[in-house]
């Protein structure tokens, strides 16, 4: 990567924790993930969108109304658009965290040096799109901000804004900060056959991977699957994840592939979580990552350039289980170092 942190299987999460306090989420990441502690969500944030949404709108929230159990997403009430635009485009609208509490919990135990073996942090926020897709004008069936290419430059300022003020925070505490921007968005992008929409999902992805760059971040996007190779070059995160399967090996052949892993960017491979679960499953999922791998570039290069992720958004239920997981993937990240330092 561009700076001296080389992951070489470094293990992070992604997603909801299944506990309810702070306190106990912030000691899973300091025993589970040492060298790469992550902002936790608690596990009464299973709807990943939907709170991911929350945190990054702050008080807003408060002035948009759920459009119901059925119908994920905000809408704003009839009358107060003007006060939602002027929250979206006042670029010092401070960020809360009410809707956050796993991040405040995240600052106080980096206060007070819970993660003495952390190599880097790792926060989050929802991607521009994503939001836009969540957020309706009016009731019922109501078109979202994403139809509307003002709105969407709105929504696309206000992220970067919000993405800009939490690399400032975690930048404090002296470690490199990686930012994962959640994108789900993209891999919808596959479906619209004119290319309109992946144009400006990519536009508004590049806003706020320029956001967390120049405050000293590095970007990592999430979302897209196996397709999120496709930003390049139009969006440059510094990271991308990638899911380990069957798809892998097709992917890392891609051109634009190769060309970022040689410009010293990085990738975070997702591991599965059923496959985990089962004995020796780590084993299977080195040898599919292996396998995808030598077909198309140098093993050991791409090892040194590998983060592992225990994606937890709605996989696992019980801290027992997931415990199973993280030992499992620091495994799995133990024979891509022995790769990558031979």
């Not at 790792?122 to 991607?127: C, D, E, N, P, S």
Request: glycine share 8%; proline share 6%.
């Amino acid at each position: 990567m561009t700076n001296s942190f080389a992951p070489a299987g470094t293990v992070t999460g992604i997603g909801a924790l299944p506990v309810s306090e702070p306190s106990h989420a912030v000691s899973f990441i300091a025993e589970h993930s040492p060298e790469l502690p992550f902002t936790p969500r608690l596990c009464g944030s299973r709807n990943s969108v939907q709170h991911l949404a929350m945190e990054a709108l702050g008080g807003l929230v408060d002035l948009l109304q759920t459009r119901g159990p059925d119908r994920p997403g905000f809408h704003v009430p009839e009358g107060r658009m003007g006060e939602c635009l002027a929250w979206l485009n006042n670029p010092s609208t401070p960020p809360n965290n009410s809707c956050n509490t796993g991040l405040a919990a995240f600052e106080q135990a980096l206060d007070q040096r819970s993660f003495p073996h952390a190599r880097a942090i790792k926060g989050h926020i929802i991607g521009p799109m994503s939001l836009a897709m969540g957020l309706f004008r009016g009731q019922g069936r109501g078109r979202s901000f994403a139809n509307h290419a003002w709105l969407r430059q709105s929504i696309s300022g206000y992220v970067a804004n919000v993405a800009r003020w939490r690399v400032q925070r975690l930048r404090r505490f002296n470690l490199p900060v990686l930012m994962f921007v959640h994108e789900p968005a993209l891999a919808l992008s596959d479906q619209a056959s004119d290319g309109v929409f992946f144009e400006a999902v990519t536009q508004m992805l590049d806003s706020t991977l320029t956001a967390i760059a120049r405050e000293g971040g590095r970007s990592a996007l999430h979302g897209g699957g196996t397709s999120s190779w496709r930003v390049l070059p139009q969006a440059r995160p510094d990271i991308l994840t990638m899911p380990i399967d069957e798809h892998l090996s097709g992917c890392l052949r891609e051109h634009a592939i190769k060309r970022f892993l040689e410009d010293g960017g990085g990738f975070a491979f997702a591991t599965n979580p059923n496959l985990l679960s089962q004995p020796k499953g780590e084993q299977e999922q080195f040898n599919c990552w292996l396998g995808s791998v030598a077909q198309s570039h140098d093993i050991q290069q791409m090892a040194r350039h590998s983060f592992i992720t225990v994606d937890q958004h709605e996989h696992v239920d019980d801290v027992n289980s997931l415990v199973e997981q993280f030992s499992a993937a620091n495994r799995l990240a133990a024979l891509l170092r022995r790769i990558a330092i031979n």
